[in-house]
């Protein structure tokens, strides 16, 4: 199993692009989360997802849409980047009948 | 909303010495309790969890208490080594159809040699 993968690894955008982080797993996983990480902190909520065609807001949702047509895949969009979403997007998954989370290695965004 | 607290936001400790991080949630309905350590760069990894239904669990060197009356629960790390060195979070979830699982702020461990 490769577990949670998420591409790109690094990417730089200029204000007012948009683009897609993807985040899939294999392991059959029916909840699925994005988080945000800035600098010096600790990781935010932005959409979860329950199973595929359920999605939610988390803590920080706004400049984001989300949506899950398959299980192994929950694509994460900047609809027009802005500098203050530069940081690092962890996506996360998880069976509904267990407790342990699974975090992918991470997305490095910059946006200038 | 859901809110989790976290203190302190940096501790240093020497070598050998015992290190605790405390952390606070609002949502009572909150029954799961994750400890995570990443370290530089790395993704969070889970080194131990709590749920409601028990009071304290150890794992070696780390243990992890919790008291639901006082909606708080603590990371305990003993003989701390360098190799302890990590941002660690605490975080809490319902452990329902709502899957918020809400981190804490982190604090960042620093053991001297």
């Known amino acids: 199993n490769a577990g949670v993968t998420q591409t790109p690894k690094f990417q730089v955008l200029k204000t007012g692009q948009s683009m897609t982080l993807q985040c899939a797993q294999d392991?059959?996983?029916?909840?699925m989360s994005w988080y945000r990480q800035d600098p010096g902190m600790g990781l935010r909520l932005i959409h979860y997802s329950v199973g595929a065609g359920i999605t939610d807001q988390g803590e920080v949702p706004n400049g984001y849409n989300v949506s899950r047509s398959t299980t192994e895949d929950f694509p994460l969009r900047l609809l027009s980047a802005a500098p203050s979403q530069t940081s690092v997007y962890f996506c996360?998954?998880?069976?509904?009948?267990?407790?342990?989370?699974?975090f992918g290695p991470g997305t490095r965004l910059t946006v200038t | 909303g859901e809110n989790v607290e976290q203190h302190p936001s940096t501790l240093s400790v020497q070598e050998g010495d015992s290190a605790v991080i405390k952390c606070t949630y609002s949502?009572?309905?909150?029954?799961?309790f994750p400890w995570y350590k990443q370290e530089l760069g790395k993704r969070p990894q889970l080194i131990i969890d709590?749920?409601?239904?028990?009071g304290e669990k150890k794992d070696q060197r780390i243990a992890v208490t919790l008291n639901k009356t006082a909606k708080h629960f603590s990371l305990h790390i003993t003989e701390t080594q360098p190799e302890d060195s990590a941002v660690y979070f605490c975080?809490?979830?319902?452990?329902?159809?709502?899957?918020?699982?809400?981190f804490g702020s982190g604090t960042r461990l620093l053991v001297r040699p």
């Open positions: 392991m059959n996983h029916e909840y």
């Open positions: 949502d009572s309905a909150s029954n799961y």
């Open positions: 975080a809490a979830d319902r452990m329902d159809s709502s899957y918020k699982l809400i």
């Open positions: 996360a998954s998880r069976s509904s009948g267990a407790y342990e989370q699974y």
């Open positions: 709590i749920r409601s239904n028990v």
